[in-house]
DNA sequence: ACGTCACCATTGAACTAGTCACTTGCTCAC
DNA sequence: GTGAGCAAGTGACTAGTTCAATGGTGACGT
């Protein structure tokens, strides 16, 4: 009797439970209904709406959790996301990925600077001091905070794709092959040029920085990969 | 009995899945165990392996075939995809969609010019041609073809993404404000730069290729939204 | 000998009914 | 007031079964 769409019921249970998100103005943290009270509004039943929801999952646009409930997660309004399979990868799927931030990010920085708010800034300020102070991964927060200041929450979702995927890999290679010291200094170097709204600079600086990390990548998949090859 | 990893058994079972497509070095069309099978194999049963595929399925790892067979699919190795749950989408975030693939593209234009192989390049050409012959949607498949002859799979899989995602609200933005006529003429014009290896020339094309969309975007949000804003 | 079509085994899709395990909040003793 | 513990609610998973789509196989007609 239900409506004849397109796929198998699990998809449209989906897109309706989406659609509820949707029409309801829901916002991230807010609970869904239970899993059995879907199950009866949609006229299915639970495993199939089971099935719906890890389908929902795997783009983090609802999260699952065990005795509680179904709540609403980021990712329902996200245009590209980052794999959340992570299958084992080559290393030179991992210079790929440092080239394509070469040929995003410095255009990025430089409309920071254009167009970056107080706010924004203050926060890139904080991901530069707090990565200083306590010596820790620095770089993640440091692009994605660039990336937010863009103003564009496209590019950020790109950058944060980027940055998210394979993230095991990159630090495994970052261990070895950076020293944080200059990092730090590029970044704050970067963080100047779009304090002062000088896009060409935050540009530049911006290229020159990860093509040295593209470097030092490349290098090290040299000797990490070149005795069977 | 099963080993305690983190997450649910759904989670494991995709993951399971995963690394034997990975390690049997399967490739995209090719089919998998039997949903029972893979349900005795793991230990669970059906249903809970039907999650798991439902959870690969959303980034389109494997495909369900209804009375055929589970086959693997192309996303399995991708770094970044397009959201598969397309929620509604406010007029604004098209514009946002449109202004990164205009700080993205130029340079990738660049990459295309001076990487672009021979093959890559009649690919590109082909595009063109189809689209001035046949006169469909056209800009789609250009400017996936020469995001693929920059010779990065990432910097494709991100273009590609942004081009899928609301592929629908774009066409119906496209529609109705462009001329086919002058983005033929723009297409052609990247294609030569890329053919004769000029860089800077591809670049910049593509820009003005791209601002002007963005402008007919803009102009097009305007007088569509005007009236309740 | 060859092509066409009906048939049927295989396989995914979904349901029904039920058990298990985790979370949370409330109650009650201290 | 505070903490331990109980109990209701909820998601996670199982077991067995029915339905529907696919794709190959063999019979049939040409």
Redesign the pocket.
Known sequence: MASEGSG???ERVAAGVLQEIDERNLAVGDG??????LAERF??????V??A?RRLQATDAVR???????YVGPGAWRTVLPNPNSVPVRGEQVLHLVEARLAIEPGIAGLAARHRTEEQLGRLAEAVEHATRERVPAGRNFHRELAAASGNPVLFEVIDSLLTARREEQRALRRRIRDRGRDHDQHRAIFEAVRDRSPAEAEELTRTHLAELRADTAASLDTTEGKHR
């Not at 869904?32 to 009270?37: A, G």
């Not at 006229?43 to 199939?48: L, Q």
């Open positions: 198998g019921l699990a869904l209904p239970t899993v059995r009270n006229g299915v039943t639970p495993p199939t089971r099935e929801l699952l959790r065990h005795g509680s409930g179904v």
